[in-house]
């Protein structure tokens, strides 16, 4: 037991260092978790609103745990709209947030998450999608925004970033709903901080409209879906605000084999007028009655690998996947995820 403490306190130095993560405060941070049956397995990286780990429970196996100080901006709105979201865990395209958990005495909140393979940014980035795997991701994501507008739930922030997929069921996922919003009625309340990110954000939103619906988040997944068969993001004050005034079309590499896709699915997902923008199930059935795909297609999709430094049997090993670090997750070791390029040498951990 004294061996564990002393590797894992290794580790939450590393951390506590490189990231200016206060040591004392993770390891009690960690310690809880454990407590809660969720024990420590690696580093995933840091988020806007705190740190990511990898961790295992007898319940739900491997998950991701978002851990949000208290004190820091906005916290408790965020906890309080991801817990909301737990209503959604059994949605298929949206991820699974198992719990949320409020530690008083640590000033400390914690969201414990499905654990995915990667981003939609990652899935680009690797591999040149055909128009046929487009139409299948499109098709997820739109059923994905159908299941929040039924449940009364606008995220606000999508962008590829907040979408996960998950390489065994081929399966794409809206997450972080830190910034998402309940609406009552067909409209989000005008008193409401909506945020988001710029590139993706619908015109409305700009405008400081108090007519704001689910409809700006078919704006954000137009942007992104328009990103997928562009492959590389909408850069430059010509491209994010031309995108928003219906010129999105003048940035696209158009040809013979996504012209209709362009004309016929992004030009109603960004369309600058909110009541002629269509909506998710509209969308899905243009999608269903234009195009031919099958799900089937995205098992060709490739992951590239990211290596992992961790510490097995006392000794430092490169592992060339999270499979190959989850192997580990019942002995005694401690890893580091390499995917934000930690500058954790051999001599740093030892």
Not at 54 to 67: F, L
Not at 222 to 248: L, N, P, S
Not at 291 to 299: P, R
């Amino acid at each position: 037991m004294g061996q564990e403490q002393s590797k894992q306190n290794q580790v939450v130095s590393s951390i506590s260092k490189q990231f200016k993560v206060d040591h004392e405060q993770l390891t009690k941070q960690l310690d809880y978790l454990n407590k809660k049956d969720y024990k420590f397995i690696g580093y995933l990286g840091k988020g806007a609103f705190g740190l990511v780990i990898q961790a295992h429970s007898q319940e739900h196996g491997n998950v991701a745990i978002k851990i949000l100080d208290k004190k820091a901006e906005n916290a408790e709105e965020i906890f309080k709209e991801t817990s909301a979201m737990e209503k959604l865990g059994n949605c298929e395209n949206i991820v699974k947030i198992y719990e949320c958990l409020n530690c008083i005495k640590l000033n400390t909140y914690f969201i414990i998450n499905q654990l995915c393979d990667c981003t939609l940014r990652d899935v680009v980035e690797s591999n040149q999608l055909s128009l046929t795997q487009i139409c299948a991701i499109t098709e997820q994501l739109l059923k994905g925004l159908d299941q929040m507008k039924n449940f009364n739930v606008v995220h606000c922030d999508i962008k590829p970033e907040n979408i996960l997929y998950i390489k065994k069921n081929n399966r794409f996922v809206f997450s972080d709903f830190g910034l998402s919003h309940q609406i009552k009625s067909s409209k989000i309340n005008s008193k409401s901080n909506v945020g988001g990110t710029l590139q993706y954000s619908a015109p409305e939103v700009l405008d400081n409209s108090s007519k704001l619906t689910y409809k700006l988040d078919v704006f954000s997944l137009g942007v992104t879906v328009a990103e997928i068969i562009r492959g590389q993001k909408f850069e430059g004050y010509d491209q994010i605000f031309g995108i928003k005034q219906d010129k999105i079309l003048d940035f696209m590499p158009i040809n013979l084999l996504n012209q209709q896709f362009c004309d016929q699915l992004i030009k109603n997902m960004v369309c600058q007028s909110q009541i002629k923008r269509k909506d998710p199930q509209e969308l899905l059935d243009i999608l269903h009655n234009n195009f031919q795909f099958k799900q089937s297609e995205l098992s060709k999709i490739i992951i590239k690998q990211k290596k992992y430094l961790s510490i097995v049997d006392d000794q430092l090993t490169h592992l060339t996947s999270v499979k190959d670090l989850s192997k580990y997750q019942d002995r005694s070791n401690i890893s580091l995820d390499l995917r934000l390029k930690l500058n954790c040498s051999v001599n740093s951990i030892k």
